[in-house]
């Protein structure tokens, strides 16, 4: 097993403070936000935390548009949780897409069991409605939440996730600089402690997810 080890302290002070620019344009550096800086090995994807990070305490408004408490919801389930955008045009489809591929090889009590939870890093576009027709298309069961941009910045970075206000480019484009790691969570601990990166495809999701729901090791 040559997954990567490593402590969720040691990723928030080797942060790079870079973020994601999704649409292919190269990494920028943001100011004052941390983003994790973690590595893979091998070929494995996850990078399994020794000192995993506390669920946030985050309640934002769901697809439906009702309150939707993350500790709550998601307590004693296993749990991926990734920060994006419904404009996103590649890094963000493709993570979403490539999670509900890999769930639909897992036993239907498993599927059942996952939550996939999807926090929008531009609110002010994503509203309940448009965030649960774009999750719809991915995977009907995945949750989506929007709300206040600071509440929802302030979560990610206790994850050593950074998130910047999404801005318009010269070309009239609106983009959301964001951190594109998946956290996967413990059923046993409620904490997350496997990390994975925007390179992680569908077979990487696939021979894990098995582990993530009983709260082992991948």
């Known amino acids: 097993m040559r997954t990567t080890r490593v402590t969720a302290a040691a990723l928030l002070a080797a942060a790079v403070l870079t973020l994601t ?3 292919g344009a190269e990494p920028v550096k943001s100011s004052g936000v941390t983003q994790i800086a973690g590595g893979q ?3 494995k994807a996850a990078t399994v935390l020794d000192r995993p990070f ?3 305490e985050l309640v934002l408004t769901d697809t439906t ?4 408490n993350l500790r709550e919801q998601t307590k004693g389930k296993p749990t991926l949780i990734y920060f994006g955008y419904t404009n996103c045009p590649d890094v963000c489809p493709l993570t979403m897409s490539n999670i509900a591929v890999a769930k639909k090889n897992l036993p239907k009590e498993d599927q059942d069991n996952l939550r ?3 926090v929008t890093t531009d609110p002010e576009r994503d509203t309940s409605e448009s965030l649960g027709a774009w999750l719809k298309a991915q995977d009907p069961s995945f949750v989506g939440l929007t ?3 600071a509440t929802i910045q302030a979560a990610a970075r206790t994850l050593g996730i950074g998130i910047d206000p999404a801005k318009k480019e010269a070309d009239g484009s609106v983009v959301s600089m964001h951190g594109a790691q998946v956290i996967a969570f413990s059923p046993k601990t409620d904490e997350g402690y496997v990390l994975y990166g925007e390179g992680t495809t569908v077979d ?3 021979k894990d997810l098995p582990k993530l729901i009983k709260g082992e090791n991948p």
């Open 116 to 118: 996939v939870v999807f």
């Open 41 to 43: 090995s091998g070929d």
């Open 21 to 23: 620019a999704c649409g």
């Open 65 to 68: 548009g009702k309150p939707w």
């Open 54 to 56: 506390n669920k946030p």
């Open 204 to 206: 990487d999701y696939a």
């Open 147 to 149: 709300g206040d941009f």
